[in-house]
């Protein structure tokens, strides 16, 4: 089936607004994994979902970062009072769940945000 | 805390010519995942080759190969007849195999450039 798609690919907004970053994973597959990666750098994680629940917030940097996948497969990203340093490219990927197939995390191409 | 470290910045390689990129990591685990993943400049993070760290035998997948050694914490990607399009940003990662810790730890990644 298709890949993991994320939209939009690239948001320009100002500081101090509200923003949403969607990921849509592939069809059955019921972890999903929320990463930032800033410029010269590895992605870093930010939130797991398994299922509707994230099992694994720790990676948030701060409570203007939220994330919610109400019925376990679309997942929205959302930055509440976006600062310059927010300014990344957002990445989500996802996985078929616990077991051996699913150890590896296929990408999408990510959102690139940037805060003026 | 698990740390995946990558060395070498940049790498160029002459093409049809063979290269190896390095990567060490620090883990108290015994049982994990270790992967190599390709960025291209279109973002989006494709999955090279996996390892599972109780398989002794090394991975192969055509072209790409790994030299994983235990012991060392050590797991290098060697890339043979390297090709125009193997040019992009390699990024080398770990992943816990047990309990709810799913995500992936990154190093700050390779660019390899290729030459015609």
């Given amino acids: ?116 | 805390a698990q740390t995946v470290t990558q060395s070498q910045p940049e790498m160029s390689v002459q093409e049809a010519e063979t290269v190896t990129l390095s990567c060490t990591y620090d883990t108290s685990e015994s049982d994990y995942y270790l992967f190599w993943y390709k960025q291209p400049p279109s973002r989006q993070m494709i999955l090279v080759i996996r390892q599972e760290a109780y398989k002794q035998q090394n991975a192969t997948e055509n072209r790409f190969s790994v030299n994983f050694q235990k012991a060392a914490k050590s797991f290098s990607l060697k890339i043979s007849d390297s090709q125009l399009g193997d040019a992009a940003m390699y990024f080398c990662a770990y992943r816990q195999a047990g309990g709810s810790q799913g995500n992936l730890i990154f190093g700050k990644g390779t660019k390899l450039s290729v030459k015609p």
């Fill in chain 1, 1 to 116: 089936g298709a890949g993991v798609s994320q939209t939009p690919s690239n948001k320009v907004t100002e500081k101090g607004k509200y923003v949403e970053l969607r990921c849509d994973p592939i069809s059955g597959h019921t972890a999903l994994y929320w990463y930032r990666q800033s410029l010269g750098q590895g992605p870093e994680f930010l939130i797991y979902f398994q299922g509707t629940g994230a099992a694994d917030d720790s990676g948030l940097p701060n409570d203007r970062f939220f994330a919610v996948r109400p019925e376990g497969s679309v997942s929205t990203l959302k930055i509440q009072r976006t600062e310059r340093g927010d300014s990344a490219v957002y990445l989500c990927a996802s996985s078929p769940g616990p077991g051996t197939g699913g150890r590896t995390q296929y990408f999408g191409p990510g959102t690139r945000l940037t805060v003026l």
